[in-house]
Structure formats: structure tokens, C-alpha cells
């Protein structure tokens, strides 16, 4: 039987290998999903560093309470219960990155805001290019859905 930390382990490990063949093939490649141990977080980091690719841990930093309060599906709420065993915050500790590329602090900030720091940083590190205008709109950054 595979315990939880074992599956999260796995996960993180399957996604870097995968962002890693997309970057090979030249695609920026983001991905979101939550990684609560240090340790994989750094395979990440060498699977593609040992490829010569780009890799940036970026922090999402929210609070618990604020990741609760947004939590649409109430997952956090179940998890509470003892509904979902090893729910990362909850009964699953989260090792906070000492040394992230970008830390990203979502409260008080809007979606958009939110976005702009990691396009920024990828600008500043030649991933993508500057936009020459203020005006200029990213069309695959436009939010559609969920407010929060």
C-alpha cells in the first residue's frame, strides 16, 4: 500500500520529468500543483538542471486560513473531517521553500497581479520577451472563471 507522502513524491517526480520534455522541446512550461517537501522540490530542480534547461521554484506564499477561505470545493473543510487523509497543511506538514526563485504573496493582490510577477521574472531571465508596450495585452493571461 503507498502512503500519501509516497504518491505526492511520485507526482512531483512524473511532472518535473514531463515539464523537463516540453522545455527539451523548447515550450515554457508552468506548472501548478503543490509540492510539500524540500526534497522533491530540488529533484525538480535537477532534472532539468542536469539537462541545462531553465528551472524557478516559485512560492505561492498564502496563509492557510486564506487558502481555506478560497477553497471552492471545500477540501480543506473534508480534510478537517478526516474525510481526505494527507491533505498538505492540514495532517501532511509543508516544507516552506528556504530559497525560491520568487516568492509570490497572493493576499492583498489580485489574480492579474499575481501573474505579472512570475511573467516579469521570466522576462528578466530571458524566458519570454519584454512587451514593448504598457498597453500590450498577454492573451493566454487573461483570467476566465473563479474570482478570488
Known amino acids: 500500500m503507498e502512503y500519501p507522502h509516497m504518491i505526492v513524491k511520485k507526482t512531483s517526480r512524473r511532472v518535473a520529468e514531463v515539464a523537463k520534455l516540453f522545455a527539451d522541446a523548447g515550450q515554457v512550461c508552468l506548472c ?3 509540492s510539500p517537501f524540500s526534497e522533491d522540490r530540488e529533484v525538480a530542480r535537477h532534472i ?3 539537462s541545462d534547461l531553465p528551472f524557478f521554484e516559485v512560492f505561492i506564499d498564502t496563509p492557510l ?3 481555506e477561505q478560497r477553497d471552492t470545493k471545500g477540501l ?3 480534510a478537517r473531517q478526516g474525510v481526505i487523509k494527507g491533505f498538505t497543511g492540514i495532517d501532511q506538514p509543508y516544507e516552506t521553500p528556504e530559497h525560491p526563485d520568487l516568492v509570490v504573496k497572493t493576499v492583498n493582490y489580485t489574480i492579474e497581479e499575481s501573474t505579472m ?3 516579469e521574472m521570466l522576462q528578466e531571465n530571458g524566458i519570454i520577451p519584454f512587451i514593448q508596450e504598457a498597453n500590450d495585452v498577454i492573451p493566454e493571461l487573461l483570467y476566465q472563471g473563479a474570482t478570488g
Request: proline letters at 0%; glycine letters at 0%.
Open 32 to 34: 501548478s500543483f503543490v
Open 117 to 119: 510577477q512570475v511573467v
Open 76 to 78: 480543506y473543510e473534508k
Open 48 to 50: 532539468h538542471k542536469d
Open 65 to 67: 486560513e486564506v487558502c
